[in-house]
């Protein structure tokens, strides 16, 4: 027994390096434009991770992580923006009638003050957030909804400020990051490989940090919060702190993104991509640092393949494919290669025992 | 700043934006409050009232004497909500009934079943907006001295009430609704005491369903009618239910005309972008004060 | 009742084994075992919870191996959880009157009142405010209103105060006197068992180890049984 | 297939900006000529977008009916923008990237075109943006075939001081477009020394506009000038008739409500009101007349025609125009021949104004009118010069030195 | 007998007008057994929420070692107190293993910080294994503790309790569904912690309460209506009527 258990871990210790690898020697096989997607995927899967850690392990659902995520890439593309601009303002500000650069851009002008900001702040703000709601013991649905309607909130103040972040259309054309070219193929690769390393470091930070006795608690918080507190826990400051390192994550994922896609306007922080997120990590397997990964890099194939080949149809596929993953496949992709790997193994009894998860 | 004729129409505004509210967030009430099925596609099933008022209308226009056009909308409510219900009880039956343990996968399946719905609007209807034009009995409205209260908007109010009542009444004093409210808390226990829980949720979740779209069919007085009409209005239903206390419903009544009421009066002193914000500050404060919503239930167990 | 070769459990686990009863009418089948034993898991399979790998089920003749447990009810079996499994935001009353579902009554008997007279008392208020013994007299109520003809009782005095016991003990008398009611009772007190039961089943491992009519159970050999 | 091909160009990206490697692109495409298409099929968008989709798709098929461009027929490829920014940049860049096409027809918001724009530029691609904006832009790798302000705004302001009053209340949907189109607008009735009694932003997507509508029976204003887009629209004029506000008591002047958005709308609820564009289905040229006549064949009796759905149609037949004169599809030839090009579009002649890549076309004013068609009142006597930055209003010069950096 | 470790004066609890605990004062001694019984619903159950925080007291103050006032801390701040808690109905985490589930509940620091540092050491394996052999769970120690009985379930919750070493070990029904055996053993272990604890038990079973109490207290309606020795409890008339009922009569005249 305790060999079988070593031995799948050293097993999956070889899949993902492996994987891993694979990822790295991407450039050489796929072409600019694929790449340049699936680095975009990967910076989906940070936040996927992080989101998971929320979700899957402490059983806090965020219909809200476009905002983090938001914040962080903006952030970067403020910098970005700047450079750009090369020290004049920039056009949409003109337009609004400013006349020099609001305070708190200032800070923006340099990139490493833009890079750790693009961590902090999308951490603070989910500090803060996390804070007032899970120490009045604002939990399930109401959570979920609340961080929903934060969402709207958010973007709704995003576009509204139209002299500070560009409005509706967001922050765009940018031209170098450290004297590059951002747009340059080169570049591209680098910040493809940039993010593949940064997606194992988050991956391997959360692993460690998932695999302990914190771990355990975690799923104690998910399983019974009330119960935790009677053991002498207090389940607010873990699920802030969660809420708070996801927040970080979901930023450094924003910012991945911006340096790859080029744009970041308030339509990639609404509502719909932030369900999207965490569909990402239902269709991967929530409560599996994998999972988040594979489903963040399948769903956004998928619907970039789909919208691809059917573009006035493909929302039918999308739809599609969601419900039949959450009805017949609850666990996720991973849940599949679990039970697959499960009945090969025949395992005893004990194993066999499915217990009802109630997430809310 | 603020002449007594401002404040009452600034009262009735919100008291009006209340009705839209309430009537909105009424069927979610029940599949989200009483069933725990976290209905992304209620938006849609809106949707699917407003096109039904749209294809009777059409009906009208094509085969009715043009006198008797206004009655397509009289119509177009009971049809609406029997649409409505008709497609909610298709996906209770074939979705939702793998889910009731899983109410925020219930989440995500059903957003997959509302970009289905979508995107079949768009097919069937084509994309840009169609056009109802409000009966001519709805059109115009009361003058009260200097006051001007639009029939629709009252149209509006009364049947947000007339549904309330409706629905408050079976589910608290018939027994087809306590049958309903004993499955929503322990639906295998109430098996065992001979309550054919299958019958029940599905007629449970046709309800919820149907007036979501009668919701649909007030809605199409006011706005667009188009694929995306749900998009605009769930995050709201789904605040209204929050703040009133998933489970009460008369909790989602308070929600409702607290948030319409609210939202009216920022969005007078200020604009509709720091309305919209300056609300969700109000709500955020006062979820602190009660964290589960206006009505809480307090239970004794222990999660 | 004829249970025969009954094998049940959750997921890949079998729990009970090969369990074979026959229960007839107006007669008391007491059951007991140790923990973890298998007992509520028979008792959840009886009325349909859990559905049965093998073996069949039969109830007046008629095979229920398969049938729903809201069908179950409506042919008269009633049912005591363990862990009673109040409707918690139903009033008491309300908690009663859905206990008619499976009946044909539309009014609830005084007569349980006349056994649990708390119910009265707290007819309108919600059920899960209720304490874990009031609740379990609840329980109790819930499943006679109906005038079952077949009763599954799932350790029903457990958390129960002593004079309570007693009525309850006196409730399944006066029931099993006054109607044709059969019923299974798993019970840990012995002493309870035999002054209600007519026959005796003691389960371990998910087996039949033990059964014998009350009159010829000797405490010694069950507790026994009941020891590791 | 596509990545294979791809696989062996690693540096492509960089190499396309060279003449020489675009020809060689061209060879590969064989007997015909991809074009992509790109307009929010999906989302909010879709409601205005899939229409203009469909006219660029009838003028491919109209060009490829009469032989094609430079004997090779078009194939266009369609993407879905799905009313999400990155999405379209992405999009752009597959089209640009991985399809190689001669060209894009795209995009509505302003907010799509701008996501666009740096993939165009990066790539040296071409864009064909087909609704009116808000100016304040003219870049060498996109055509702007819609109205610029002072194509649309600046006569329709003028004519309403003139024939409506003047005393004005602006509300606009909280973007880019409303915004920088009310700027002008202010600094326009400075300069005519008319009064700006309010001016009302709301979200996009707004659906109550009991709160606004209250504030403009406040200030009660001559004139609306309404730059709400989208759903808004429907929302705010079925309110407004519901609140007893007829347009004998305001006009309401819209720049972003065309016959289609009338359907969506209601024609009895609207009637009366004004709307400034460049054409209207009503227009009354042969052009016009054979265009509806195709438009409707092909899509439905039920169809209308609309300003940007013309514009994006005529846009088609303005670049093979081009690429005809210029006898290859490479951009910057393309772009060389482009420059006063014309072509008798249905509303009218329109010709390329080489200094800025936007189109002359002539202003329109007209009247909704009960059956849901729109009729002209008053149109300028010959297409207007368009003039993105505003450099021939002396009031806007403030405005656009403080934009043009 | 020792001074007071817990002492509760004048508790009110009130839900919306029914006062489950009515002007309650209510002691109880270090190192003692201390029984509660009385009615059903008589306010046992919310004595113990009342003690651990799980309600809170309308009015009334609840003291800890003669200082400490326990009212106005978190449940968990209780805790690290000293006072754990063993619910009505067993109360665990379903998808963590046996183990898991005392390494969670072990005595250690449990703030975030610590937590995320948080190694195992060699003494604190040994107190979770001698745990799992003192409540007998040893074999299913790698087990989801779902996919135990309901009994086993009571133990582990039980052993989950003493894995916080508190002072006071607050026990709701403990032997609720055990058989012969297994109480006993429950009752030996009560009686080791009560060596060095104290230990508020509510119970119905009156052979139980006998053979193992220290001090009963008898409740009923929100107050205190006796204290003293089990015999004593058993001869007052007034228990007697409102809970002991016939049978336990007949058990004490035998
Ligand atoms: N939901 C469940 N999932 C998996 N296994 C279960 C589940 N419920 C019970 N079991 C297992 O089934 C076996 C029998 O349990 P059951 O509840 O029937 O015992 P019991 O005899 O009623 O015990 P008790 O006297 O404690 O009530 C136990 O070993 C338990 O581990
Ligand atoms: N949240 C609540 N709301 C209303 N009444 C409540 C609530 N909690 C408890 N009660 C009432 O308070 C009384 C005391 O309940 P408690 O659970 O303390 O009883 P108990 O002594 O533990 O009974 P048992 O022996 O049956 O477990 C009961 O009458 C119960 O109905
Ligand atoms: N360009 C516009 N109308 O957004
Ligand atoms: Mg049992
Ligand atoms: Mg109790």
Known sequence: MQNTIYQKLLSRRVIFSLIFLLLLAAPLFMSDFRLNLLGKFLAFAILAIGLDLLWGYTGVLSLGHGIFFGIGAYCMAMYLKLEATGGTLPDFMAWSGMSELPLIWLPFQYPIIAILLGILIPAVVALFIGYLTFRNRISGVYFTILSQALVLVVVTLFVGSQNLTGGTSGLTNFKTLFGFQVNSASTQTAFYLITVVVLGLVFFACRKLIKGRFGKILVGIRDGENRMRFLGYNPSAYKTFIYTLSGGIAGLAGMLFVLQVGIISPTMIGIIPSIEMVLWVALGGRGTLIGPIIGAVLVNAAKTGFSESYPDIWTYFLGLLFVLVVVFLPKGITGLFEKWSDRRKKQDVSSSVEVEKSYS | MFGLNEIIITLFNGISLGSILLLIALGLAITFGLMNVINMAHGELIMVGAYITYVIQNLFVNYAPPEYFDLYFIISIPVALIVAAGIGMLLEVSLIRHLYKRPLDSLLATWGIGLILQQTARSIFGAPNVGVTSPSFLTGGLEVGTLFLPYSRLFILGLSIVCLFSIFYYFYRTASGRRIRAVMQNRQMAECLGVSTRKVDMLTFAIGSGFAGVAGCALTLLGAIGPTIGTSYIIDAFMVVVVGGVGALFGAVTGAFGIGILNTVFEYVTNATLGKVLIFVVIIAFLQWRPSGLVMSRSRSLD | MSIKGLEAGYEESMVIREIDMEVEENQVICVMGRNGVGKTTLLKTIIGILHPKEGSIHYQSEDITKARSSSRAQKGMGYVPQGREIFPKLTVYENLLIGLEAGKQKKIDEKIYDYFPILKDFAKRNGGDLSGGQQQQLAIARALVAHPSFLLLDEPTEGIQPNIVQEIQDVIIDIKNTSATSMILVEQNLDFVKSVADYLYVIDHGSVVYKNPIDQVEDDEVYRYLSV | ADNAVNATDPEEAEETETTEESESNEETNGDTIKVGVLHSLSGTMAISETSVQQAELLAIEEINENGGVLGKQLEPVVEDGASDWPTFAEKANKLLQQDEVATIFGGWTSASRKAMLPVVEEHNGLLFYPVQYEGMEDSPNIFYTGAAPNQQIVPAVDWLLENRGDSFFLLGSDYVFPRTANAAIRAQLDNEGAELVGEEYTPLGHTDYNTVIAKIRNENPDVIFNTLNGDSNVAFFKQLQDAGITSDDITVLSVSVAEEEIKGIGADVIEGHLTSWNYYQTTDTPENEEFVANYQAKYGEDEVTADPIEAGYFGVYLWAKAVEEAGTTDVDEVREAAKGISFDAPNGTVTIDGDNQHVYKTVRIGEVQSGGMISELWHSEEPVKPDPYLDEYDWASDLSESLAE | ?254
């Not at chain 5, 067993?90 to 969670?104: A, G, M, S, W």
Request: aromatic content about 6%; proline content about 2%; some cysteine.
């Open chain 5, 1 to 254: 007998m020792s001074q007071a470790v817990l002492k509760l004066k004048k508790v009110i609890v009130d839900f919306s007008g029914f006062k489950a605990i009515n002007q309650l004062d209510f002691t109880v001694q270090s190192k003692s057994v201390h029984f509660v019984i009385g009615p059903n619903g008589a306010g046992k159950t919310t004595l113990l929420d009342v003690v651990c925080g799980k309600t809170k007291a309308t009015t009334g103050e609840i003291k800890l070692q003669e200082k400490k006032e326990l009212s106005k801390l978190t449940e968990d701040q209780i805790v690290h107190q000293g006072i754990s808690r063993k619910f009505q109905a067993p109360t665990i985490f379903h998808n963590l293993t046996v183990k898991d589930n005392l390494e969670i509940a072990m005595k250690q620091k449990k703030n975030l910080f610590s937590m995320i540092k948080a190694k195992w050491t060699n003494e604190q394996k040994k107190k979770v294994n001698d745990m799992l052999d003192l409540v007998g769970l040893k074999e299913e120690q790698d087990q989801l503790a779902g996919s135990l009985a309901h009994g086993q379930k009571q133990w582990m919750e039980i052993a989950m309790v003493l894995m916080q070493e508190p002072d006071i070990v607050l026990l709701d029904e403990p032997i609720a569904g055990m058989s012969k055996k297994e109480r006993n053993k429950t009752g030996e272990l009560i009686t080791k912690i009560a060596k060095d604890h104290a230990v508020l038990i509510v119970e119905h079973d009156m052979d139980f309460v006998k053979e193992y109490a220290d001090i009963v207290s008898v409740m009923h309606e929100g107050q205190l209506l006796y204290e003293g020795s089990m015999e004593e409890v058993q001869n007052d008339p007034t228990v007697r009527e409102v809970y002991l009922g016939r049978k336990v009569e007949e058990n004490v005249v035998n």
